[in-house]
C-alpha cells in the first residue's frame, strides 16, 4: 500500500505564500506523474499543477506566473510552492500520486487533503 502525506497549509493573507509538500511511502518502485488538485467549497476538485518523472510541468491558467511545482525523487516528494497568493486560492489541496508499487502494480493514489486559506 501506498500513503501520501500533505503538510505546509494554513491560513495567509493576501499576497502571502506558502509552501506544500507531499511524502509518499509504502511500497513503491516507481513514482510516475505527481501533482497538486485543489477543491473549494461548493466547487468540484480542480487541477493546479503536474510534474511528470522527467520533471515536465503543467499549470492551470489561474497559478500560471504564481506557483510552482517541483519534486524531490529521492525522498519521493512533491512540493508546491504558492505565491502571490489571492483569496480565491482558498480550498482544500490534494496531493496526487502515479505510483507503481511491488506488489499490486500501477494504481493512483490521493492524499488527505490540507486546507489553505487566504484572507483577504
Known amino acids: 500500500q501506498v500513503q501520501l502525506v500533505e503538510s505546509g497549509g494554513g491560513l495567509v493573507q493576501a499576497g502571502g505564500s506558502l509552501r506544500l509538500s507531499c511524502a509518499a511511502s509504502?511500497?513503491?518502485?516507481?513514482?510516475?506523474?505527481m501533482g497538486w488538485y485543489r477543491q473549494a467549497p461548493g466547487k468540484q476538485r480542480e487541477l493546479v499543477a503536474t510534474?511528470?518523472?522527467?520533471?515536465?510541468?503543467n499549470y492551470a491558467d489561474s497559478v500560471k506566473g504564481r506557483f510552482t511545482i517541483s519534486r524531490d525523487n529521492a525522498k519521493s516528494t512533491v512540493y508546491l510552492q504558492m505565491n502571490s497568493l489571492k483569496p480565491e486560492d482558498t480550498a482544500v489541496y490534494y496531493c496526487?500520486?502515479?505510483?507503481?508499487?511491488?506488489?499490486?502494480?500501477?494504481?493512483?493514489?490521493w492524499g488527505q487533503g490540507t486546507q489553505v486559506t487566504v484572507s483577504s
Open positions: 496526487n500520486a502515479d505510483v507503481t508499487t511491488f506488489y499490486s502494480g500501477h494504481n493512483n493514489y
Open positions: 510534474i511528470t518523472s522527467s520533471s515536465t510541468t
Open positions: 509504502g511500497s513503491i518502485f516507481s513514482i510516475n506523474a
